[in-house]
Nanobody, 124 residues
Framework: QVQLEESGGGLVQAGASLRLSCAASGRTASVNAMAWFHQAPGKEREFVAATTWIIESTRYLDSVKGRFTISRDNAKKTVYLQMNSLKPEDTAVYYC?????????????????WGQGTQVTVSS
């Protein structure tokens, strides 16, 4: 059993930066991959970025490449999403996800654990 808790969201203007955090607790030794998804009102949950935990391998949504960076702190059992040059279309609830396997793709059904989400709002 793994628990995930996101933080770091907020209301910012276009062009600003935010750093999201996802703290993992419980049986974290079983987790091999972690990801970020987002979901706008009335839209399906969409993959944003993912990384393997031990050997770094990353994948990003095309629209965030060059702007967002996923990283991790093994000692703190925390994964981060650094978001730069934010755009209004980035507005959504951002969710952290974890997988007991090594999947870092876009299919949300592959992930075993989810956080409660943190709101990111970008004004123009």
């Amino acid at each position: 059993q793994v628990q995930l808790e996101e933080s770091g969201g907020g209301l910012v203007q276009a062009g600003a930066s935010l750093r999201l955090s996802c703290a993992a607790s419980g049986r974290t030794a079983s987790v091999n991959a972690m990801a970020w998804f987002h979901q706008a009102p009335g839209k399906e949950r969409e993959f944003v970025a993912a990384t393997t935990w031990i050997i770094e391998s990353t994948r990003y949504l095309d629209s965030v490449k060059g702007r967002f960076t996923i990283s991790r702190d093994n000692a703190k059992k925390t994964v981060y999403l650094q978001m730069n040059s934010l755009k209004p279309e980035d507005t959504a609830v951002y969710y952290c996800a974890a997988d007991n396997g090594w999947y870092i793709g876009p299919r949300n059904t592959e992930y075993d654990y989810w956080g409660q989400g943190t709101q990111v709002t970008v004004s123009s």
